[in-house]
């Protein structure tokens, strides 16, 4: 990829992404859709927006608790955001995290993929739509 840009690159390394976690179990606390997109922002920029929250809950039951605890998942990425200092963005592109309604779901995290399209792990896999966001983050290049 010598001759690629570093937007070709990004694409390559969230397709690699994107590849691996559908490959993985669905895991509370580590690989659900609220960890994916702290996932991919910690494996694309080395900061970790989930890093307080890591490792506190291991089920579905331990999720809401927690969940709960910052006024749901919107309030809860919205921390998590702000003390990571993310950037708030209106205009989300490839390799950006957020929230996205699904409807007749409900609100999940996601990560920004190709043909504007979201992705999301859910317990049956990984799925990408075009889903409504509700709010996005930048997430910075790749760490050096």
Known sequence: ?????????RKF?????LSQIANEPFIYGQNDCAMMPANWCLSESGIDPAAIVRGQYQDEEGWQTLADSYG?????WDMLAVESDMKCIDAPTIG????????????????????????????????????KSLSAWSVPCHKQ
Do not use: E
Not at 1 to 9: G, H, K, R, V, W
Not at 13 to 17: D, P, T
Not at 108 to 120: N, P, T
């Open 96 to 131: 950006d995290i957020g929230l996205v309604r699904i409807p007749k779901h409900g609100l999940y995290g996601a990560v920004k993929g190709g043909c504007d399209r979201w992705m999301v792990k859910l317990s049956r896999g990984l799925i990408g739509g075009n889903f």
């Open 13 to 17: 390394r969230l397709a690699c992404f």
């Open 1 to 9: 990829m010598s001759n690629a840009t570093p937007f070709d690159q």
């Open 72 to 76: 749901g998942l919107f309030g809860l």
